[in-house]
């Protein structure tokens, strides 16, 4: 299956001046997690647009407020546990995975596939929680992991229902690089399938990010009806095909209601 992520698309690495020291400071830590792995200061120092000595005064202030943490032994930094710490809050603050737990696992036992929740962030798709099938499918989408809004289902459904303004922002972050023959290739395309989306309420993967993988997905929209999240039942063709996904459809979009109406109380994130 295809691995890669989606190429970088609306950097914030060009922000980091104006934002001073902090954002020379996030700027590093968005490098070290990029890595996936430890990480040694040369790796770091070799694509970093910061002077040695900069570099590391940042790596040892992020160390000393355990953002980081340093292996002496191995002379490698990895993300500290404060960093772990903020990141579980920030998922039960301003994530609503945590009150579309029990739904998810409803929707991934009826269905016998993989389901996905999904938010925007900065015009890309974060995927927040996952389920996966009771035979799993290896593909890129995983808890945690950022992918591109316009060749995913979840995000068209998304892009679908945001107001005019905020979809001209986010479209704007777009890439439009063609992962497979079946990737929507430019602005036009994209919002041609987006009026279809919202006429008909689901949004549809078509191997577009990956071969093999297809989905079905809907919005989960607030009671003004902004959407606050995504939600996708996906598999592949060797399981089943578009239309047989398309019979999810109604509890698909059961769930989607459910989970709004559990989070009505909620205060959305921005």
Known sequence: ???????????????????????????????????????????????????????YRLLQTLVSQAMLAYDDRHQTYTLGMRLVRLAHVAWRQSSIAPIARPFLNALAEQAGETVHLAQLDSGQV?????????????MFSQAGKVGPAYCTGVGKALMAFIDPAELDHVIRKQSFYRYTPATLGNEAELRAELAEIRRAGVAFDREEHEPGIVCIAAPILSAGGRPVGALSITTTTGRKTLEELT???????ETASSIAKAVEDWQFPA
């Open 247 to 253: 019979a999810m459809r109604p509890a698909l979009l």
């Open 126 to 138: 974060l995927y927040v929680d996952k389920r996966n099938a009771a035979s799993p499918i290896d």
């Open 1 to 55: 299956m295809n691995k890669q992520a989606s190429p970088a698309s609306g950097s914030r690495s060009g922000s980091a001046g104006a934002d001073g020291t902090v954002g020379k400071a996030l700027e590093v830590l968005d490098k070290v997690a990029s890595v996936g792995r430890p990480v040694r200061f040369s790796e770091l120092l070799a694509d970093s647009p910061h002077p040695k000595a900069t570099l």
